[in-house]
C-alpha cells in the first residue's frame, strides 16, 4: 500500500515538540517531514537554524505545501484557533491538547464532518498507552462498563516520591516539572484537571457520551497532608490519583478523578513513577490491563508519531459509538466511601453530611473520618472548603 506523503507544519517546540523532532529522523520509512515550525518565543534561543521557525501562525495554516498540522502547544485557546483554521483549510491535524480536546469535543466533531479531514489525538491521553485507537477499533462492538485508571504521569510521580523516598511535595512537584511531566501550570495537573480531561476523551470513546468539564468532580492531590499519607501507610494502602468512570445497565455514566486508596492486591498499586495504567472492564473481553509511560518527551512523541503514521494510511476516528444525549447518573444516588480529613474546629460541620460513619479519629489539631457519603455532599464540602480538607476515595468502582 502506497503511504500519504505529509508535509508537516509543527506548532510548538518544547518537550515533546523537540521528541518528535527527533523521532522523526529515526523513522525515515515514514513519509513524513516538518515544513515549518511555528514558535511563540522570538528571545528563546533555538536549536535548529533560524529558516526552520517561523513566529507567524499564517506562514504555515495558508501553507498549500504543507498538508498536516501537528499542534503541540499547551495554550488551550490558541491551539483550538491552529486546530479550526487548519480544518478549515483542509489539512489533517494532530494534537497532544486534552484540554482542547476536551472542551471542544463537539466543535471538533462538526469540523472533522465539515471539512472531511482527519483529527487524531492519542497522544492526549495517557502518552504512550494506545487507548483511543484500541478504544474505537478493538472494543467497538464489545459493550465497555468501566474505565479507571492513574491517567497523570505527574501526580503519579509526586505520590511515589512522596511514599518511596520521603521527598517533599514541592520539591517532588518540581522535579516532576523538570523531567517535562508536568504542565507549565502545574495546578492543572497536581489539581486533577488534566486528569478529568483525559477522562472526558476517553469517556467519549469508550461510552459514546460527550460530557462537559463541569459534569465531573476532580479532586486533586494538592490538599493531601502527612496525616494521610500516615493513614494510608499504617494500614498497607498507597495513594493514587484515579480517573473513574462507569456505565450501569440503565447507560448511566458515573465519572470522576479522586484521589484513591489502593490495596497491595490491586495491580494499580505497582504502577509508579510516571507510569500510568488504564483498566477496562467489556462484556466479552473482561477486564485489561494496559501499562505505559504517561509523561515525558519520547512516551508523549510516540504516540504523536503513531497518529503521524495513521493519517499516511489514511486513518481517521469514525467514532461509531458516539450518541447525542448525555446520560449522567444522579449525583444523590452515588454514594461513596471515602475518608475525609478536615481541621478539628471544621469536623462537627462535616461530619453531619456522612450517611453513615466508620471511623472517626482526631489529634489537635486536624481529625478525619471515614464512611459513606453521596456525591452530591461531597460536591458540597468541597465547594465550601476546597483548600481545607483532602479527600480520599476508599474503594474504587469495579
Ligand atoms: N502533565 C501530563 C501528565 C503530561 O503528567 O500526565 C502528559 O499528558
Redesign the pocket.
Known sequence: MNRKELKIGLFGFGCVGKGLFELLQRTPQLNAKILKICVKDKNKKRLLPLQHYTYNADDVLNNKEINTIVELIDDSVAAFEIVKKAMENGKAVVSAN?KMIAEHFNELLELQEKHQVPFLYEASCC?SIPILRNLEEYYDNDFLSLIQGIV???TNYILTQIVEQNTSYQMALEQAQENG???SDPMM?VCGF?AKYKLLILIAHAFGTVLKSDDILNVGIDQLTEMDFQFAKEKGLKIKLIAHAQKDEFDKITAFVMPTFIESKDKLYSIDNEFNAVKIVSGFSDTQFFIGK??GSYP?SSAVISDISALTYNYKYEYKKLKLNECLQDDESIVLKIYLRCSLENSPFLIPNFIKVFESYSNTKLSYTIGLISLMKLKMILNQNRNQVSVVLFESLS
Open positions: 486534552k502518552a497523570n504521569g505527574s511531566f508536568a504542565e495537573d488534566d504517561g509523561a508523549t
